[in-house]
């Protein structure tokens, strides 16, 4: 189960998400990949959160430090998904300023919960979740074009976000509490940190559109018509007509 796209992307070009996307990249390719081992180590030690000996400036160049090529482009795919329309629903300035802040508040609450821990803590994840609850309040019926692989079959459906969102949360939750204090290579209490900040950081907006009277407005979704897709084939194999 892997979103990869909703259905309304935003009006405007959403240059505060572009923006972070290109820093998380560049990082990683100018900073991370030319590394060895040891380097890396050391890399995340300095810039990562580590609970044990945590800095002030750590909350923040954390964010923009991935572990690994898939990390960083899952982070990077869900940051594009919900990223735009909540940029461009609370301006960009106002954007940049929520997703730090809800980064800072995901990654305290992992510090919160593995006290003592020498284990750095890298990646947007928290940020992220945070941007994910705000979606999640001001758009809870947007449609979320999900990649289901059975067996070896992929199929895309179109879920509301809500479902989307409550299942990824669930799963946030139900990890985090069964590895509390365990070690785990997964913040889950990050995630969860960040996407609570993110459901309150986002009720400013949401009381100044109405509240409930934006979700009667827009039908739960982003204030704009959806977006048209051509059909997604689960085969890249061409269909061949019978010549008459």
């Known amino acids: 189960m892997f979103p990869i796209r909703d259905h309304n992307p935003s009006r405007k070009t959403p240059w505060v998400t572009l923006t972070l996307i290109g820093v998380n990249v560049a990082v990683f390719l100018l900073l991370t990949l030319p590394l060895n081992d040891r380097q890396l180590i050391a890399l ?16 923040i160049t954390a964010m923009f430090l991935h572990g ?57 994840s928290g940020a992220i979740a945070g941007v994910m609850g705000g979606y999640l309040l001001l758009y809870p019926k ?24 409550a299942i990824w949360f669930a799963l946030q939750l139900v990890n ?8 785990a290579g997964v913040a889950y209490w990050a995630h969860i940190g960040g996407f609570v900040a993110g459901l309150i950081g986002t009720l400013p907006w949401f009381l100044k559109e109405g509240a409930a009277r934006w979700w009667q407005k827009t039908d739960g979704h982003p204030p704009h018509p959806d977006a048209e897709y051509g059909r997604l084939s689960s085969t890249s194999i ?7």
């Open 44 to 59: 995340y030690t300095e810039y990562g959160v580590t609970p044990a000996r945590v800095e002030a400036l750590d909350y």
């Open 176 to 183: 985090g509490t069964m590895t509390v204090g365990s070690g």
């Open 238 to 244: 061409p269909t061949v007509r019978r010549r008459k």
């Open 68 to 124: 690994g090529v898939m990390h960083l482009l899952g982070n990077m795919l869900f940051l594009w998904i919900y990223g735009d329309n909540l940029e461009e629903e609370m301006g960009p300035l106002p954007f940049l300023a929520f997703y730090l802040a809800t980064g800072v508040v995901a990654t305290w609450l992992h510090v919160v919960f593995s006290p003592g821990s020498t284990v750095p803590l890298v990646g947007a």
């Open 142 to 165: 947007a449609k979320i074009d999900v990649l289901f692989i059975i067996v070896i079959i992929p199929k895309i459906w179109p879920i509301p976000a809500w479902i989307v969102l």
